[in-house]
């Protein structure tokens, strides 16, 4: 309770809201310190969301987020926790894509900070097992946060994010909702899983699946996005 004490009174001064002690002992360093931490630290995690928001909103969401208390000790973690304390706190309600597009600037740099193991390439086969890869995320978002200018948009769109091990950076692609309900069941209930559901879905044969899926699953082996069990 001290330490909680200590961080608010220590925010506080950072934001002006208390007046410096007469010796202030270094508190004077400390509010420049704390401000250019969690300023550069949170803007530079979510670039497209700080400059969509006023800059003195911004500035009072990111005290709050400070009172509330960052958590990790890992720099590069805290804008997760500030993603979740936004969507905990509902305090951006008035910007309704604001979950997806903090989700959508977090996961680059999670996907960037990963260590990844790399497998050994090999030709993709119906008669292996596959998983998606550590450097692969699926999302299904509501808003479409992934194209500029149209953030507002408001529908059902299926995301894939992957860390591209040639130009060592992540890339987004929509995908449909076939292949998304694909790669979902693959974690889920293995290869022959995925073929059964989407087979049933469609009412079409095993076969008629393989055939569809047989290019985009051998463009993702080469990518990494899935890789063999």
Same mark, same amino acid.
């Given at each position: 309770?001290?330490? /909680?004490?200590? $961080?608010?009174?220590?925010?506080?001064?950072?934001?002006?809201?208390?007046?410096?002690?007469?010796?202030? $002992?270094?508190?004077?360093?400390?509010?420049? %310190? !704390? &401000?250019?931490?969690?300023?550069?630290?949170?803007?530079?995690?979510?670039?497209?969301?700080?400059?969509?928001? +006023?800059?003195?909103?911004?500035?009072? !969401?990111? #005290?709050?987020?400070?009172?509330?208390?960052?958590? *990790?000790?890992?720099?590069?973690?805290?804008?997760?926790?500030?993603?979740?304390?936004?969507?905990?706190? =509902?305090? %951006?309600? +008035?910007?309704?894509?604001?979950?997806? &597009? /903090?989700?959508?600037?977090?996961?680059?740099?999670?996907?960037?900070?990963?260590?990844? @193991?790399? $497998? =050994?390439?090999?030709?993709? *086969?119906? @008669?292996?097992?596959?998983?998606?890869?550590? *450097?692969?995320?699926?999302?299904? /978002?509501?808003?479409?946060?992934?194209? =500029?200018?149209?953030?507002?948009?408001?529908?059902?769109?299926?995301?894939?994010?992957? #860390? +591209?091990?040639?130009?060592?950076?992540?890339?987004?692609?929509?995908?449909? %909702?076939?292949?998304? &309900?694909?790669?979902?069941?693959?974690?889920?209930?293995? /290869?022959?899983?995925?073929?059964?559901?989407?087979?049933?879905?469609? +009412?079409? =044969?095993?076969?008629?699946?393989?055939?569809?899926?047989?290019?985009?699953?051998?463009? %993702? !082996?080469?990518?990494?996005?899935?890789?063999?069990?």
């Amino acid at each position: 309770m001290r330490e /909680l004490n200590a $961080q608010k009174e220590l925010v506080d001064i950072a934001f002006a809201n208390i007046k410096l002690p007469d010796k202030p $002992q270094g508190l004077k360093v400390y509010k420049s %310190l !704390v &401000l250019h931490r969690f300023y550069e630290v949170l803007s530079n995690g979510f670039p497209i969301f700080y400059n969509e928001i +006023d800059e003195k909103e911004f500035e009072k !969401v990111v #005290y709050k987020f400070m009172q509330y208390g960052a958590k *990790s000790t890992v720099m590069w973690k805290m804008p997760n926790e500030f993603r979740r304390f936004i969507k905990k706190s =509902k305090i %951006l309600k +008035d910007i309704p894509y604001i979950n997806d &597009l /903090l989700w959508f600037e977090w996961i680059e740099v999670e996907l960037m900070m990963k260590n990844y @193991k790399l $497998q =050994k390439l090999s030709k993709f *086969s119906f @008669k292996n097992e596959y998983k998606l890869s550590k *450097s692969s995320v699926l999302k299904k /978002l509501k808003y479409k946060v992934f194209e =500029k200018g149209s953030y507002n948009s408001k529908g059902e769109y299926y995301l894939l994010a992957y #860390y +591209d091990f040639n130009d060592f950076q992540v890339y987004y692609r929509e995908i449909s %909702l076939p292949l998304y &309900l694909f790669l979902k069941e693959i974690n889920k209930n293995g /290869l022959q899983g995925a073929i059964k559901l989407i087979a049933t879905m469609s +009412d079409e =044969k095993k076969k008629a699946v393989k055939t569809l899926f047989q290019e985009p699953l051998e463009e %993702l !082996v080469n990518l990494n996005v899935i890789e063999r069990i």
